[in-house]
């Protein structure tokens, strides 16, 4: 039996994604990406669950893809197993980070830079190679990472296929910050934990908009959610009262 799995760990409204295929640095295999879709589903389904973490396991976010049968996934292009999974994972209405040690790099990177955020641990180490490889780049992937770094940054990334290191990943907007491996847990947490306390109707609304995802319509139906919802009401009187705002909008059940 394969020790490659995703796993998922719940601490209060945070759930975390722990990528883990040890023997191969957590690269993901086929399976990996085709279960991550209905994973994320069940999760963005479950209201008690206000933040997504994704992480690798040990001192190693994800190594890359595990290219497997090599014809198959030249020949599925932009409907890779890894395109749907990245694409489900970028579309998740709730705030997702990813929590980087170590290497993250081709399909490992793409998971990241398909995160809201990215915190990394100094040892972390970033690269997208399938100029390497001879592989073309999917167009997403490609995209999603010229939007997060500039048309420059990301040529640089992706034509010279060369890792580069944390400090350089957050000097061109790679990463949000870096610090010491051994304060990346407690930041994660308290990261995540301010956001599980601030109003998810914000939050997710602002999510759609910065994404580009919410045209005149859906932005319409996000200011009449605010003002049926409450939740400025609550935020507006926990400030004049000096205490925590206690939101409690969830995203609304589909289907």
Not at 120 to 142: M, S
Not at 193 to 198: E, F, K, Q
Not at 203 to 226: L, Q, S
Request: aromatic residues 4%.
């Amino acid at each position: 039996m394969s020790d490659a799995r995703l796993t998922v760990e719940v601490a209060g409204p945070v759930a975390t994604v722990v990528i883990s295929n040890p023997t191969r640095r957590n690269a993901m295999t086929p399976d990996m990406w085709r279960q991550l879709p209905p994973l994320l589903d069940r999760l963005e389904a479950d209201p008690a669950i206000r933040v997504l973490v994704l992480t690798g396991a040990g001192e190693t976010f994800c190594a890359g893809a595990d290219l497997g049968d090599l014809d198959e996934v030249l020949a599925a292009g932009d409907h890779s197993v890894a395109v749907v999974a990245e694409e489900r994972l970028a579309a998740f209405a709730k705030p997702t980070v990813a929590a980087v040690r170590g290497a993250c790099v081709g399909g490992g990177c793409q998971l990241a830079v398909a995160c809201d955020l990215r915190i990394a641990a100094a040892d972390a180490r970033f690269g997208v190679p399938p100029a390497r490889l001879g592989v073309v780049y999917q167009t997403p992937a490609t995209r999603r990472l010229a939007a997060l770094v500039g048309p420059a940054t990301a040529k640089y990334l992706i034509f010279t296929g060369e890792l580069v290191d944390a400090e350089r990943a957050i000097r061109v907007g790679l990463v949000d910050e870096v610090l010491p491996a051994d304060r990346l847990a407690d930041r994660i947490a308290g990261l995540t934990g301010t956001i599980a306390l601030r109003s998810q109707l914000s939050i997710v609304a602002a999510k759609e908009v910065v994404d580009g995802r919410a045209d005149a319509e859906r932005v319409a139906r996000w200011h009449r959610e605010a003002l049926a919802s409450g939740e400025a009401q609550e935020g507006v009187a926990a400030f004049h009262e000096r205490r925590p705002a206690r939101f409690t909008w969830t995203i609304p059940p589909t289907g």
